[in-house]
C-alpha cells in the first residue's frame, strides 16, 4: 500500500539527508519542503511537530520528530 | 546464561566502525552498541583531508563507513546507550544499555564526544524549541529572526557566521574577555553589519512560552534581557565517557590510553575523541579504531 509521506527538511542537515537516503533506498516516494527557503512550510511544521528541530517527517498524518529510523519503519510497515 | 562475546565495540563513529570492520575481519565474535551510526562525522560540514577524499562532505562520508560496516553481518545494536561498564570476575566485563545487558572478554570505548551543554534554566525545556547545539542543521530555521551564539571559539564563530546570513540580528555571547576564535573569523564577524558581539557576559537564563523568547544575560556586573528567537549552543564538546567508572581519564573527562589504546584496565582499550590522544580528526580516530582492535586481538590471543 502507498503511503503519503511528507519530509521537512532543511539543505544542510545531516539527519535529513539520511533520512532521504533511507526513503530512497527503500523506495518510498515521498514530497519534501525545504524549510529553510519556504517560511510557510517552515511554520506548520513548527505548528504540526510543536518543535523547531529537523528533520520532521509525516507518514500518514502521523508526525515522527528526527530520523528515529524504528519508528518511520513501523509506520511504513517495514521490517 | 548471557552470552560471551570475544569483544564489544562501543560507539559507531570513525573510530568504532573502523574496529568493527578490523573485527569482522579477524572473524571475532563480537558486537556494536551504538545510539547512532557515523558519530560526529556525521554533523561534519565538509571533509577535504580524508585520504583518497579529495572533498566529501560529513554525511556522505558517514554513509560511506556505514555502507561498509555493513557489508559484513555485524551484530549491531543501534538506538541503545551504554549506561555502565564494570569489569566482572575471570576477565569478563559487564555492558549495560538503557535496554539490556551484555558480556564480552574484551571491549572498546569508542563512544566519541558530544555537544557541552550550559547547564542554565531553559535550556532543557526550550530543546528544539529555539535551543539548539547544531547550526548546519536548524540555522536556516530562523531566517529573519533575532538569535543568540553562545560561545567564543571557532565553533561559535562559524555559527555565527552562517547566522549572519539568515537571521535579522546576531548576538555573539561570550564568557571570555576576548574572542578566542581565529583572527580570520573573527574579523569577518567584526566586519558583519548584524553582528552584536558581548564579551564577558554569562548566560543566566533561558526564557520563553511554547518557545524561546529571550535570554537573560550577565554582564558588567548588571542583568539584561535580550529578545531572541534562537539560541545556539557553541561552547565545545565533552566525552562520552560517563558510563566507565572504574577507568581512568583526565581532566577533561577523556579516557587515558597508552600507545596500543590500553586503559588503566586489562582487556578495556578506547580509540577516537573519546580518549586523550591528541587531535580530534576523522582520521585519526578511525586510524585509532583499528590499532585498539588489534590491540583487543593480541589480548584475547594471549589469555587463551
Known amino acids: 500500500m502507498a503511503h503519503t509521506v511528507l519530509v521537512y527538511s532543511t539543505a544542510t542537515c545531516p539527519y535529513c539527508i539520511r533520512l532521504k537516503q533511507f526513503l530512497a533506498e527503500n523506495n518510498i516516494a515521498y514530497e519534501n519542503f525545504d524549510v529553510g527557503a519556504d517560511r510557510a512550510k517552515a511554520d506548520e511544521m513548527v505548528k504540526k511537530s510543536g518543535q523547531l528541530g529537523v528533520p520532521v517527517i509525516e507518514i500518514d498524518g502521523r508526525i515522527i520528530v528526527g530520523f528515529d529510523r524504528p519508528k518511520i519503519q513501523q509506520a511504513l510497515g517495514l521490517s | ?304
Open chain 2, 1 to 304: 546464561m548471557t552470552k560471551i562475546y570475544d569483544l564489544i565495540i562501543i560507539g559507531a563513529g570513525p573510530a568504532g566502525i573502523t574496529a568493527a570492520v578490523y573485527a569482522a575481519r579477524k572473524r571475532m565474535d563480537f558486537c556494536v552498541i551504538s545510539k547512532d551510526i557515523g558519530g560526529q562525522a556525521a554533523w561534519s560540514g565538509n571533509v577535504e583531508n580524508y585520504t583518497g577524499y579529495q572533498f566529501v562532505t560529513g554525511p556522505e562520508l558517514a554513509a560511506k563507513f556505514e555502507e561498509h560496516l555493513r557489508r559484513y553481518q555485524i551484530d549491531l545494536k543501534e538506538e541503545q546507550e551504554v549506561v555502565s561498564l564494570k569489569r566482572r570476575d575471570k576477565g569478563v566485563m559487564a555492558v549495560r544499555t538503557d535496554k539490556a545487558q551484555y558480556e564480552a572478554r574484551s571491549v572498546i570505548i569508542a563512544s566519541g564526544k558530544r555537544s557541552k551543554e550550559l547547564g542554565v534554566p531553559g535550556e532543557k525545556e526550550f530543546k528544539n524549541r529555539g535551543v539548539t547545539y547544531c547550526a548546519t542543521c536548524d540555522g536556516p530555521l530562523f531566517g529573519g529572526k533575532d538569535v543568540a551564539i553562545v560561545g567564543g571559539g571557532n565553533s561559535a564563530l562559524d555559527a555565527a557566521l552562517q547566522m549572519t546570513r539568515i537571521a535579522r540580528r546576531v548576538y555573539l555571547i561570550n564568557s571570555f574577555p576576548q574572542i578566542t576564535g581565529d583572527a580570520v573569523m573573527r574579523d569577518k564577524i567584526m566586519a558583519a553589519p548584524n553582528v552584536i558581539v558581548m564579551n564577558d557576559a554569562r548566560v543566566l537564563a533561558i526564557t520563553g512560552d511554547s518557545f524561546v523568547n529571550g535570554l537573560a544575560i550577565g554582564h558588567g556586573g548588571q542583568e539584561n534581557k535580550i529578545e531572541v528567537q534562537g539560541v545556539f549552543i557553541e561552547i565545545g564538546l565533552v566525552p562520552n565517557s560517563g558510563f566507565a567508572e572504574e577507568i581512568v581519564a583526565n581532566d577533561f573527562g577523556e579516557v587515558k590510553v597508552d600507545c596500543k589504546n590500553r586503559t588503566n584496565i586489562p582487556g578495556i582499550f578506547a580509540a577516537g575523541d573519546v580518549t586523550n590522544v591528541p587531535e580530534k580528526q576523522i582520521i585519526i580516530a578511525a586510524g585509532e579504531g583499528a590499532k585498539a582492535c588489534l590491540s583487543a586481538f593480541r589480548y584475547l590471543a594471549q589469555q587463551k
